[in-house]
């Protein structure tokens, strides 16, 4: 009789614990790059770009073929020590302000990929990129991460099938901003970056959840094996 009575004061505090993780908000966790950041410019003179600018803060360019683009990237290191884990992150935030005649930029992640990045070959990183429409007055634009893909000139460079194009964030190597495809020649470009953030949720409350269940299923299993 005991042990029926047990059962159902467990079986009632599993199911209030439930209750009260669906009733706790969830709480938000944003992460923010840092002004200091290591940074480089995404294109050269070679490949008809003409730099005016370039700090961790935006740049200005002017493209001098229309295949041209322009653009700040920024290394988070080259150990696996220093690669950010963005697997638990649903977006990508950013703040810019783009001059009247920056039509689109492209945010484009770089990934490692075990079976095929080299830490010291830009080209084997795995990219996840984004377009984004982009309007001259300062705004905020949110990419959420599985709108993120990887092109097939990336596929077809490492020589391997695009099979079902897996998302994986846990090893984030850089991320670039770079001009997109349909802005204007000879004409000049720029672009302010007042902040690059990443949003998600945290899973404490659910871990806390989860080992919570499983004390009471223990509890009860051993009350169940003593009788």
């Not at 966790?29 to 008809?48: N, R, V």
């Not at 003409?50 to 803060?57: H, Q, R, V």
């Not at 695009?162 to 470009?189: C, D, S, V």
């Amino acid at each position: 009789m005991k042990s029926k009575y047990l059962r159902t004061v467990l079986s009632i505090l599993g199911i209030a614990g439930i209750v009260a993780f669906l009733l706790i908000p969830n709480k938000k966790i944003y992460e923010c790059l840092e002004k200091d950041l290591s940074f480089h410019q995404y294109g050269d003179s070679a490949s008809g770009i003409a730099f005016a600018e370039l700090s961790p803060a935006g740049f200005k360019c002017e493209l001098l073929k229309e295949n041209g683009n322009c653009g700040v990237g920024f290394s988070f290191g080259q150990s696996k020590m220093d690669f950010r884990n963005w697997s638990l992150m649903d977006s990508l935030v950013l703040e810019l302000q783009g001059s009247e005649n920056l039509k689109e930029v492209i945010v484009q992640i770089l990934a490692f990929a075990p079976e095929h990045t080299d830490i010291n070959e830009r080209h084997t990183m795995k990219p996840l990129l984004k377009e984004l429409k982009l309007t001259p007055e300062k705004k905020r634009y949110s990419i959420h991460m599985q709108h993120f893909y990887t092109p097939d000139y990336w596929f077809e460079q490492q020589k391997v099938k695009n099979r079902h194009n897996p998302k994986r964030f846990y090893a984030i190597m850089g991320l670039e901003i770079f001009t997109g495809w349909q802005n204007k020649t000879e004409t000049p470009l720029e672009l302010k970056i007042e902040s690059i953030c990443t949003k998600g949720h945290s899973n404490l409350l659910f871990v806390i959840l989860i080992c919570y269940l499983a004390t009471l299923i223990i509890i009860a299993i051993s009350v169940r094996t003593k009788n």
